[in-house]
C-alpha cells in the first residue's frame, strides 16, 4: 500500500533537519517573488542547501512558484527553473499557466503541482492540467471531504489537501494595511500595524482575530482558526489522498515541529491498524490543543460544512 506523504512548510534550512526528525516526508520551499504565502524565505544557495539535506534522508523538497505572473517576471521564470532543476528538486507548485510555458520553452522536466488555492475544486479541471504536465492537484481548501473524496476518487493526477494550519481568506495585490476596507460597513482596526507578521484585523462583531501582512504580492488575510484534522485523518487515509498538509505560516517553528511529529504519529499508527489509530487520535488531538496559540483556536475548516448549490 503506498503511504500518504505528510508535506510540511519549513521556516529555514535548520528547521528542516528538526522536521526530518518528527517525520515529515517533502517539504515546500521557495522565495516570495515567485511564490504564495510561505512560511520562510529560501534563496536559491538555500534551497540548494535544503536539498542536499533532504536528498541525504530521502525526502522531496518542491519549490513554490504559485504567484501571478505579470510581464514584467514572465522572462524570469524559465532561467529560475532551469537553476532549481539543476539544483534537483523534485517539483514546481504552479497556479499561472505562464509556468507551464516558461518550462516548455526553457527545456525543463520537473513534475508540475497544480495550486490556484480557492479555484482548484473539481476533478475535471484537475484532470485538464495533468494532461498539460501536472502530476498533482492541490486542492482548495473551501470544499468538504465528501468533496474532496469523490475528487480523489476521480482524478487521474495525484491528489493533496491541507490538513492542519491557517487559510488563507483573501488577496489584494495592492498594500491594504493603512488603508483597511470596510466590512459590512463597519471599519476594522488594524493592530500592530509596524510589525508586518504580527498583526491583525480585529473583528469586534465576532470577536475574531485575522492574521494579516503584506509583502512583494500584496496582502494576506488569514483564516482566525487553524485546521486540525488528527483525529480524522482515516477518512483522507480510507480515500487515498496522497499528501496530506501542514501549514505552517506564522506559527513558531518548535510549534510546527511538535505537530509534525503527532501527525507522524497518527499516520504511522493508521497503517499498523485501524484499531490502533483509534486508539490515539483523541490523546494527539489534545496535545495539539494544549501547545495551541490562545489567538489560534481550532477547528475542521470547511471539512463539514454542508455544500449548498
Known amino acids: 500500500m503506498k503511504?500518504?506523504?505528510l508535506l510540511?512548510?519549513?521556516k529555514n534550512v535548520e528547521h528542516i533537519r528538526e522536521l526530518i526528525q518528527a517525520g515529515a516526508d517533502a517539504f515546500l520551499v521557495g522565495e516570495q517573488y515567485f511564490g504564495l504565502r510561505l512560511a520562510?524565505?529560501?534563496t536559491l544557495d538555500d534551497i540548494q542547501a535544503a536539498t542536499k539535506l533532504v536528498k541525504e534522508h530521502n525526502k522531496k523538497i518542491y519549490v513554490a512558484?504559485?504567484?501571478?505572473?505579470?510581464?514584467?517576471?514572465?522572462?524570469?521564470?524559465?532561467p529560475y527553473m532551469q537553476k532549481i532543476q539543476e539544483i534537483g528538486v523534485d517539483a514546481i507548485v504552479f497556479g499561472d499557466p505562464a509556468v507551464i510555458i516558461a518550462r516548455r520553452e526553457a527545456g525543463v522536466t520537473l513534475p508540475l503541482h497544480w495550486n490556484t488555492e480557492q479555484t482548484a475544486t473539481n476533478f475535471f479541471t484537475a484532470n485538464y492540467w495533468g494532461k498539460r504536465g501536472s502530476t498533482r492537484a492541490v486542492l482548495a481548501r473551501e470544499l468538504s471531504l465528501e468533496e474532496v473524496i469523490d475528487i480523489k476518487e476521480n482524478a487521474e493526477v495525484e491528489v493533496e489537501a491541507q490538513v492542519h494550519g491557517m487559510t488563507c481568506m483573501f488577496q489584494s495585490k495592492r498594500s491594504l494595511i493603512g488603508n483597511y476596507f470596510l466590512f459590512q460597513d463597519k471599519a476594522m482596526e488594524v493592530e500592530n500595524r509596524s510589525h508586518n507578521k504580527n498583526m491583525f484585523l480585529h473583528d469586534k462583531e465576532r470577536s475574531n482575530k485575522y492574521p494579516i501582512f503584506e509583502d512583494q504580492n500584496g496582502t494576506h488575510i488569514f483564516s482566525p482558526n487553524d485546521i486540525c484534522m488528527i483525529d480524522e485523518l482515516d477518512e483522507f487515509l480510507d480515500a487515498g489522498v496522497d499528501s496530506l498538509k501542514i501549514d505552517g505560516i506564522l506559527h513558531e517553528t518548535s510549534y510546527v515541529t511538535e505537530v509534525t511529529s503527532y501527525y507522524r504519529q497518527a499516520i504511522d499508527a493508521y497503517y499498523e491498524s485501524r484499531s490502533?489509530?483509534?486508539?490515539?487520535?483523541?490523546?494527539?488531538?489534545?496535545?495539539?490543543e494544549a501547545i495551541q496559540p490562545p489567538l489560534r483556536p481550532l477547528d475542521t475548516g470547511f471539512y463539514f460544512k454542508e455544500t449548498v448549490y
Not at 504559485?66 to 524559465?78: A, M, Q, S, T, Y
Not at 490502533?276 to 495539539?288: G, Q, T
Open 3 to 5: 503511504k500518504a506523504e
Open 8 to 10: 510540511v512548510t519549513p
Open 40 to 42: 520562510g524565505e529560501f
Open 65 to 78: 512558484m504559485n504567484g501571478i505572473f505579470h510581464n514584467d517576471k514572465v522572462d524570469e521564470l524559465g
Open 276 to 288: 490502533a489509530y483509534k486508539e490515539i487520535k483523541k490523546e494527539l488531538f489534545k496535545k495539539i
